[in-house]
């Protein structure tokens, strides 16, 4: 039986995790702290480790593990932008769950969307309150609207259907076009240009990074909507703070934030946040901020203990890593 460090563990993590632990021959030693430099320690006596999103596997990192005498870092996660590859390479070999339940994601923007612009946690508050008036509460249709879909990798594709249930006009960005998807493609200005609403659904790579900043943003149409369930660096914070402040961003759905690292996943509702564009933004009446949940669905989370323990045992086996990161 193999024992593996698992980092940045929460309580909905070890119910699947320990759901089928014993079947793939599993000991999990479950870790509160995040993945880092000066935690790996923590993983001594272990075979492997298995990883978050917010973990930091930088070269440090990798290295300190090597030292360990471990080989293997599984992320429970999509993406790997945390992940020095550079530093991996020849060293320690990084699998991932490059899929899990891309209806968990989708949902969860259209979730974000239609609260947005029905003003739906405005009601809710003030009916808590046992306030029932409807000033400052009108929204307006999807139907007939156009939204620009950055990315259309499986997750882009179940909310491009999920938008044309509404009746959206659809149009999308991606610098590789899946040329059997019924949607229209167009460059990224072009989305600005003519889109009421955004939502971006692509990994975080060098080239888009701060894609929605300063440049882009005077581009777009006054009141634009904009979702963000990818990663939080594709939007300079700053920047849409700002473009919020001035009317030009009509709202924004975040369920990412460039900066997290610090606070997702954690409990500082009793503290002081020394974070003032995060304070700003969910200051605004027009945002809308969720801690990084949109993946969290019974779904989702059965998914990616299964994939992650598979990957874990596959390297064990000496089997190929499907799912590995090169």
Known sequence: MKKIAFFDAKPYDKIYFEKHKEFYSMDIKYIEYKLNSDTAYLAKGCDGVCAFVNDDIDEDTIHALKNLNINIVALRCAGFNN?????AKDNVRIVRVPRYSPYAIA?????????????IHRSYNRTRDYNFSLYRLIGFDLKGKTIGIVGTGQIGKVFINICKGFGMNIIAYDPYPDKSLDVTYADFDTICK???????????????????????????????????TSRGALI???????????????GAGLDVYEEETDFFYEDYSYKIIN???????ISMPNVI????????????LESIALTTLSNLKDFFDGKELINEVK
């Open 83 to 87: 992940v020095d590859l550079k530093a």
């Open 107 to 119: 949902e969860h923007t259209m979730a974000l969307l239609l609260t947005l612009v029905r003003k």
């Open 194 to 228: 003519e889109c009421d609403i955004i939502s971006l659904h692509c990994p975080l790579t060098k080239e888009n990074f701060h894609l929605i900043d300063k440049r882009n943003l005077p581009k777009m149409k006054d009141g634009v909507i904009i979702l963000n």
């Open 236 to 250: 300079d914070g700053e920047d849409l703070l700002n473009a919020l402040r001035e009317r030009k961003v009509g």
């Open 275 to 281: 974070d003032q564009v995060l304070s700003g933004l």
């Open 289 to 300: 901020i969720t801690s990084h949940q949109a993946f969290l669905t019974h779904e989702a």
